[in-house]
């Protein structure tokens, strides 16, 4: 297998870096670093019908990834996720076409399976040994179990309010996990200041160059299953947002290659709950850069990110693609919850049901048209956050009788 990848690129002044050293950050801004291709050498030697045959997991896209040597992947089996038509949910917006890529199908139950793995892997391939990582949620636990599969050392700091799941699932893959009495960007400090200490590596969200290549084998796999035509509509929960960027990245790529039937690409919809929204906030203003976004609080922990490294990556990808970032009402998450899984038993997770409430103000407002192709991702699984569930269940007393009518 040949190797495309030419050198990393700062995404906010452009400064190039030898792909073939560890980078956390751009040195000269404190900005993410791109890892970029040789499309053109790509376009050569990499048809599209090399696919073929190829197993249904994230690395048939090997060659348009940063993995040098495949004898260094670190997997758990990353399958491609279904996207899945949701004819009842669709009536219930009036919309005719409405899917969701179902990112709970993978390993760790959520879309962080993606971005983990190639950070891991990556790791592995520099002999990286010891890696850390904030949290608000699934993210250290998709660390932990990468880092476990590889023999790594892991450490994990989250909010002492991240869902009790992911706590546990941290500790039981072994890695050293801390609550923190904070936000993930008190963690993310921690991580920082721990580095020259302990001497791991920092794999934080955009503060490394791969876990966004991981998240870019959503578009691409998107476009494969698409038959290599986008839907025109993609909501996207938003908290750090390397899955919407790395998503834009692969269809610029894509494009590059000559693969999609049609220069059109989707219209990118950042969606937030106004409990933290900080993209949001900034689109509304024009702005490119977000502001810290104070006392953050929403059950959807993956959204509770109040300052992204990637914010401007984030507001450049919606704003080119023609889209829009929303915030909707944080009071209104248990509700599409249950709507999406009454109507179609998708168990939605609360990051994405604020999809939902976006769609439905987008509809409002005309900014998406009933008739559009209209994708959701789902990015992880709701039996993981219990603390966002209330339910109220009926109960039946064994040695009275039971008045069958009244069920």
């Not at 010891?130 to 476990?148: C, D, E, L, R, S």
């Not at 969200?205 to 796999?221: A, D, Q, V």
């Not at 906030?281 to 104070?294: D, L, N, P, V």
């Amino acid at each position: 297998m040949m190797n495309f990848v030419t050198h990393l690129e700062c995404a906010n002044c452009q400064r190039r870096y030898d792909a073939a050293r560890v980078h956390n950050l751009c040195t000269a801004c404190q900005r993410p670093l791109w890892v970029r291709y040789d499309l053109k050498a790509l376009k050569k030697e990499f048809p599209q019908k090399a696919l073929f045959g190829r197993p249904p997991t994230i690395w048939r896209y090997l060659e348009m990834l940063p993995m040098a040597d495949p004898k260094n992947i670190v997997s758990l089996t990353e399958t491609i996720t279904p996207i899945l038509e949701t004819k009842r949910l669709a009536g219930e917006f009036g919309v005719k076409h409405l899917y969701v890529k179902d990112e709970s199908r993978l390993p760790t139950g959520s879309f962080k399976s993606r971005g983990m793995a190639m950070a891991i892997s990556k790791a592995k391939e520099f002999g990286i040994t010891q890696v850390a990582v904030p949290t608000a949620g699934n993210a250290g636990g998709a660390m932990a179990a990468y880092a476990a599969r590889a023999g790594m050392k892991a450490y994990v700091f989250m909010p002492e309010d991240t869902p009790s799941i992911n706590q546990k699932e941290c500790d039981l893959a072994g890695a050293k996990t801390f609550l923190v009495n904070g936000l993930i960007t008190d963690c993310g400090r921690l991580v920082g200041e721990g580095k020259k200490m302990k001497g791991w590596f920092d794999v934080s969200t955009l503060k490394e160059p791969y876990r966004i290549e991981g998240k870019k084998t959503m578009g691409l796999e998107l476009a494969e299953q698409f038959d290599w035509e986008l839907p025109e509509v993609i909501l996207y929960p938003t908290g750090g947002g390397t899955g919407l960027i790395g998503m834009w990245k692969a269809f610029a790529e894509l494009e590059a290659l000559g693969w999609l039937k049609s220069a059109k690409k989707p219209r990118m919809i950042s969606c937030q709950s106004d409990g933290c929204a900080p993209i949001a906030t900034a689109f509304a203003k024009g702005e490119r850069f977000a502001k810290t976004f104070e006392n953050p609080a929403t059950i959807a922990s993956g959204l509770r990110v109040p300052a992204a490294v990637g914010d401007f990556m984030i507001l450049d990808a919606v704003r080119e693609s023609g889209g829009v970032a929303l915030a909707t009402p944080e009071a209104d998450i248990p509700k599409w919850m249950r709507l999406a899984s009454s109507k179609e038993g998708i168990a939605l997770c609360p990051e994405t049901a604020v999809c939902l409430g976006a769609l439905e103000i987008l509809l409002q407002h005309g900014l998406v048209k009933p008739e559009e192709q209209i994708l959701i991702f789902n990015t992880g699984a709701a039996q993981k956050y219990p603390e966002a569930i209330r339910e109220e269940l009926s109960r039946i007393d064994i040695n009275k009788p039971i008045e069958w009518g009244n069920l």
